[in-house]
């Protein structure tokens, strides 16, 4: 079983659409993230959640929404896409030892 | 707060060289200085971590170096092979720990030429 997973892998899109990118994780662990990688390889953090509750919130636009329905469960909602939010997601997993990182979802806004 | 400089943001070895990537941090109360590969298309992945009261670490053909008083810390590959081409990621966990966040430094794309 993967320990982190999400969907989808690729989201192509044009401006102004909402899009959600889901997040699952069987690790057991209470305290997930999402990151957003640029075009750079920039690995920036954007939320942390610990048991469905948000701890970091990084200044991110509000047209970023994180949601957590359960522990095992951070889904990235996005309103109003625009060109710059183009970038590759990652979602991750706090362990006793370190962040577990998910495959990345690539968002690419037209 | 806490920011981490890495350098080289290249870097280009012939197989079976060394390679070097170096990290300098500005918070001197971070604690915990991971390390992490990212290959194409995946995920970053964790290679090998320090903690603050320890100077050197070593797994295989890989070791990190820290030097607190400095506030810098290195990746060094030894015999190094072309599957080791990938981005490396330095990180620090800064001393105000705020849910385990992380700030890592700009990567390093590290290319081994067979």
């Known amino acids: 079983d993967t320990a982190v997973s999400q969907t989808p892998k690729y989201l192509v899109t044009q401006m102004g659409n909402d899009k959600s990118i889901k997040c699952e994780q069987n690790l057991g662990h209470d305290t997930m993230y999402w990151y957003k990688q640029d075009s750079k390889k920039f690995l920036k953090i954007m939320f942390s959640?610990?048991?469905?509750?948000?701890?970091i919130n990084e200044t991110v636009p509000n047209r970023f929404s994180p949601k957590s329905p359960d522990k095992a469960h951070l889904n990235l909602h996005i309103n109003s896409l625009e060109l710059g939010d183009s970038a590759v997601y990652f979602c991750?997993?706090?362990?006793?030892?370190?962040?577990?990182f998910g495959p990345g979802t690539r968002l690419t806004v037209t | 707060g806490e920011n981490v400089e890495q350098h080289p943001s290249t870097l280009s070895v012939q197989e079976g060289d060394s390679a070097v990537i170096k990290c300098t941090y500005s918070d001197s109360a971070s604690n915990y200085f991971p390390w992490y590969k990212q290959e194409l298309g995946k995920g970053p992945q964790l290679i090998i971590d320090?903690?603050?009261?320890?100077g050197e670490k070593k797994d295989q053909r890989i070791a990190v170096t820290l030097n607190k008083t400095a506030k810098h810390f290195s990746l060094h590959i030894t015999e190094t092979q072309p599957e080791d081409s990938a981005v490396y990621f330095c990180?620090?966990?800064?001393?105000?720990?705020?849910?385990?966040?992380?700030?890592f430094g700009q990567g390093t794309e590290l290319s081994v030429k067979p």
């Open positions: 991750a997993v706090k362990t006793t030892r370190e962040q577990y």
């Open positions: 320090i903690r603050s009261n320890v």
């Open positions: 959640y610990n048991n469905k509750e948000l701890i």
């Open positions: 990180a620090a966990l800064p001393g105000q720990n705020q849910g385990g966040k992380l700030i």
